[in-house]
């Protein structure tokens, strides 16, 4: 993508309401701008990050055996009336009546709808187990909405639900989203926590939250630091011994663990640490197939309510919890597997015809080789894109110009760690391509 | 994947409000399924398919150079009323206020937001022309909303906006767009009729419908026959002189043919038949850029208007749209660029272990020839599979049974012609993977 045909707002300043460094970056970076308290817009840049993410997500889900469809943001009041939520579920529930006055609501959660759908289309115990998710913009109206993307009020989520026949079966539906999970936030470079966590109004028996660890996180988590010891292979290729592993170990929000009498964990070996939500998953058993009437007929010609659990990840929220832990003073650092462009190519003297067809014979090669590449093309200072480059955190910057090409050089520089390096064109393709 | 671990609830009854063969069709093939008036969900087949007609329409968005963002949902009824199309805007709009009584809406297009945001980000000549797309979900309160997803309440829209410097430029951003179009509802298989439209609310100066013609559409269309003559191979790579072509030949809707003196065609050449509306692009010049007060600065130092246009696909219409254009009696017929699967492949005895371990070595090797397949392996009758197969319109069927197993050969059925070949395993899986 040429710089010149995009749209990539970045700026200097920011509101000062922007209090997080994720806050202040996505929007130094152009990658959302707020249209209303704790919405936003997805701008060009941003958008390719949130697609991005939302692919790992999906992919860790289709392995795990999930099976994707979309439901609808807006959903009828009758469907939470038959669960009895409708009145239990506070303010933040967005509420509003259509033009022939029938109470609506833009859902926050799927429970309700999913198990109706399930239950008007499966009779039978040859259709379970299954697990359905989709990913879809919610809305949930927080009082207080901050720290951008992170607590926000049109979110994007990915929510499952898993339909089994007895407990035997929910337990090994929550362990395959259990080890979903940890896959995904391995993959997007994340060290996620999963804590134990209180059930609360979704009810039910079983339930973990899954802890992004950062100073800025809402949460505060104290937990065994063995913990920190899995490494990230060990989390890219978890399965049930992973978690038999993980939830041995003592973790708990901060209001659950003053309540242990005595912590397992000896002090030295106890961390306290900040945390960000952006999973959590709920075994709750019977307890929507029962308030709404779902029944499948067992093998034996019996009738049973299935068993539910419900699998939630934060998808849009996973941008800022990235940011969080991966940044620097110049900017974002964006890990590879979610990186909008893989390279930002730089043209230090669009002036120059020589500087601008060399560069555009290396863009040309970058996107043949199947590279993203974001080409800063315009007629601009040289430092300007260096910081926009900086701010931006693609993971590698080509920098192509005069002084370089009188060498036949190119410099190629790794935004993680600042090393630079000169190259032939050859030599950086090569690297690229790999 | 295997349609055991599926999600795919087909039904032989619709209810009696479906009454036009798409929305039958769509709930029969268990695309999706209505959770209130108007609003439905995507089960999984029918979310393949419409990420498929979305990735079609992105395609020819990002060749026309329009590059892609998201803007929300939830908008703020300040927004509208900068513009003045607030209290303008009828009962269509599904309008509340959130928990601190604020005006906000569900958008039901984007005119006003991405003028917000494009007059907030961009202050120069430099920066246009540019033209900015979104493929997001909108609501419009139909009074009866009806036909399916053809006239739902939420459905899924594409819409584009251009911005710039002057009016010559607006016609070359229009045109582009045009273009577009008329390759997009090419490559959906669909026969797309432009015809010139008023401006109506909106406003502007240019317009244009993109009709698909079907008997039951709700526009009646009037236009020169010649128009049915534009071949496809032209549509797929359409460009100005294509554009010049179409829009020289006469071709209104019902209400503006009422009014035209004397119909240019001859009664011979005239056609008359129904439509569905799938596109429509206005040029409407600096009606928002100047009520909301955007100016960028002229390369003589001047400030303009932007010259603003605005394009929309009803994403989810089209499915309708297809399946209206593309079935017989036996169920939906797909075309390859949005079918949800290419092949089904139909075990005929999936409780004779020869026939199995042959069904899932043909399945295992179109996987791996990356061939998109769904594996009707369930234990079930031979006739109901291929009444499911069917009527869910995949391309290609696969059929491996004992019979023909023991002359060493599977059954290729194409669904669109009915036509069945026998063939060698190996020989099935060339023709399939080509």
Redesign the interface.
């Known amino acids: 993508m040429r710089l010149s ?3 990539l ?1 970045v700026t200097k300043e920011t509101p000062a309401d922007a209090q997080i460094v994720s806050h202040k970056l996505m929007l130094r970076a ?1 990658l959302v ?1 707020q ?3 704790g ?6 840049l ?2 390719r990050v ?1 697609r991005k993410i939302e692919q790992v997500v999906r992919e860790e889900q289709n392995k795990a ?1 999930a ?10 009041a009758d ?1 939470w009336r038959q669960s009895g939520r409708y009145d239990a579920y506070g ?2 529930m ?3 009546t ?2 022939h006055e ?1 109470e ?1 609501l ?1 859902g926050p959660t799927n429970e309700e ?1 999913i198990t ?2 399930f239950r ?3 009779k039978s115990y040859r259709d379970l187990p ?1 697990t ?1 998710y989709h990913i879809q ?1 919610k ?1 949930r ?1 927080e ?1 207080r909405p901050r720290f951008g993307v992170m607590r926000g ?2 979110f994007l989520m990915k929510d499952a639900y898993s339909f089994d026949l007895d407990e035997e079966g929910l337990k090994r539906s929550y362990e395959a989203m259990f080890v979903a999970y940890l896959r995904t936030f391995a993959r997007l470079g994340l060290q996620a926590v999963p804590v134990r966590a209180p059930t609360g109004p979704i009810g039910g028996t079983l339930s973990h939250e899954f802890h992004i660890l950062a100073d800025t996180g809402e949460s505060a988590l104290f937990y065994d630091a063995a913990i920190e010891e899995v490494s990230r292979e060990e989390l890219l290729g978890a399965d049930a011994s992973t978690i038999a592993r993980l939830t041995g170990l003592y973790a708990m929000e901060e209001e659950e663990h003053a309540k242990v009498a005595e912590c397992p964990v000896s002090a030295d070996r106890l961390r306290t640490r900040r945390g960000i939500e952006v999973g959590h998953i709920f075994a709750f058993g019977t307890k929507y197939s029962a308030s709404m009437g779902m029944t499948v007929q067992t093998s034996d010609g019996g009738q049973v309510h299935p068993q539910m659990g419900s699998y939630g990840v934060g998808v849009s929220r996973l941008m800022g919890a990235i940011i969080e832990a991966s940044h620097d003073d110049a900017g974002i650092i964006w890990p590879e597997s979610v990186a909008p462009f893989r390279v930002g190519l730089i043209n230090m003297r669009a002036d120059d015809c020589n500087v601008t067809s060399a560069a555009d014979e290396v863009y040309a090669k970058l996107s043949d080789a199947g590279v993203d590449a974001l080409y800063d093309d315009r007629d601009e200072r040289g430092g300007a894109k260096f910081a926009t480059m900086d701010v931006i955190g693609l993971p590698w910057q080509l920098i192509v110009g005069p002084k370089g090409l009188e060498k036949g050089v190119v410099e190629l520089k790794q935004r993680a760690t600042g090393e630079r390096q000169e190259l032939s064109i050859e030599s950086a393709l090569a690297r690229l391509s790999a």
Chains 1, 2 share one sequence.
């Open positions: 045909r995009y749209f707002p152009g701008r249209t209303a308290a919405i936003y817009a997805w701008l060009p941003g958008l949130l055996g099976v994707e469809m979309l439901m609808p943001t807006v959903q009828s469907l303010p933040e967005l509420r509003f259509d033009r029938r609506m833009f709808m109706a759908i008007d289309a499966v299954r359905l913009w809305f109206d009082v009020r049109e």
